[in-house]
Structures are given as C-alpha cells and as structure tokens.
C-alpha cells in the first residue's frame, strides 16, 4: 500500500492536561515528539510547568477549571489537527505505540480507539485487578477530533464518543503510584470529588449500593480481574475498589448535613 502524500496525510495531536506536573511533564512531552502538534493545559498551576512545556514546543492554554471533563474539552477544543491522543503528565508513550498510532491514523475511519495503559505501582509493572476508580487497563485515548467529549463531573467525567475502533496493542506506560500510601490518597482526593458531583446532581448512592458494592466490586477486582495474580498489590486493589461507592456516600452524607 502506498504511503499517504502531503495532501492526504492524517495529522496528530497529543493532548496533555496538567496541574502542578514539573516532575513529570518533561519525559512526558519527549515521549510525544512524533506528533505534529503538542498540546498542553495547565490548571491552576504555580510551578515550572509552563517553562517546560514551551521548551518542548507545546502550545500552552492556561486556566482555572473546577471539572475535570471541562479542562479536557478546552484542550481538544485547541486541537486543530485530524486525530487527537489524549496522555497524561505521568504516561509515557513507548517506540511502539508511537509507531502504531501513526500508522492507524492514516488507514482508519473516523471514530474512538481504547489504547491500553501499563500501570506501574512504584517500579513495578501491576497489570491485573485494575478498575472501578482505581484506574484502568484500558482507556479511549484516541479519536478523531469531534468524536469525543468529556461530561461535567470533577473526577472521571462521563463520555461521549463516535464510533468504537477496537483496541491498539501497544499501551501508554502509566506511573500511577508511588506506593500503596499514594494509592491511598489518590483515592481519597477522588472520593471527595466525587462525593461533591454525588450532592450536585442530587444522586448520592444509597448506604445500601455502598454496602452491596463492597462484596461485588471486591470480587470483580480480584477474581475476575485476576487481581490475584498482584499478591498484595492484588489485595489492595480489590479493597480500594471495594470502598469507594461506600466512602462517597459516606462523605456525601456529611457534604449535605453540613449544608443543613
């Protein structure tokens, strides 16, 4: 098959929403330099970021958002190429699926491709019992521009897509831990979020979807995610996956008797 010419070719941007991100935004951004076109939002940020993102030829938009999904559709917004790959601060995209990507884009139609995401806790690849707020195996990363848009929701907002591609093969890597406290923390910080959108949109999950979760999220993370496979990183998974619908009740509960 022929190689595409300068008129037909597709074109790339990777996408990159940050806050606060020096330490990792500079291997970020180098492992995205086989797109055409780089850009970064910067949310609320007081650090070096901006510097290290204009160093590495990004565009840079800088703001305040309060929801995750707003700050995600104003940089797809400044997106102006044909496909787009969203990546964050701490992922790194391999030889591979940079070569993958670049490759799909110019025989596929239009649509949304799930791109799946190696998850290291510390130094170590954790590849089973992933989900359910913990993170992902898989994510749709990538898209052709007009064919994804976030929801409003603070933290993991809701999606709207074209049509479903399939998967790549190759993965980001995804630096999602240090340890098992930052997991902790991580899932913390979420459950606030969430607790927050929950009292907004007066959908708070009963004490009873928080309790009944406990056991079937527990269960889905380590037996049919194989989290098992993990040992303790397994065991923790499926406990963290098993807490959050009951933790966001719990603090959506205090969010309202303090409005009262």
Known sequence: MSSPTDSTRKTLTCLVVARNEEAMLEDCLASLSFSDRIVVVLDRTTDGSKDIATAAGAHVIEGGWESEGARRNTGIDACETDWVLEVDADERATPELAAEVTGFIQTSPNGICLVPILNKIGD???????????????????????????????????????????????GLIHLVDRDL??????????????AQDAVDKDQVPTLWAGLRRIFSRGWKSYIARKGYREGYYGVALAF???????????????IQDRKN
């Open 181 to 194: 406290s930052d997991l902790i923390d991580r899932m913390n910080r979420y459950t606030d979020l969430m």
């Open 124 to 170: 170590r690849m954790v590849r089973q019992g992933w989900g359910a707020y913990n993170g992902a195996a898989s994510a749709p990363r990538l898209f052709s521009k007009g064919d994804k848009v976030w929801g409003p929701e603070r933290v993991h907002p809701s999606l709207e897509t074209g049509p479903k591609l399939g998967s790549l093969k190759n």
């Open 240 to 254: 963290f996956a098993a807490s959050y619908s009951l933790l966001i009740h719990l603090k959506a509960r205090e």
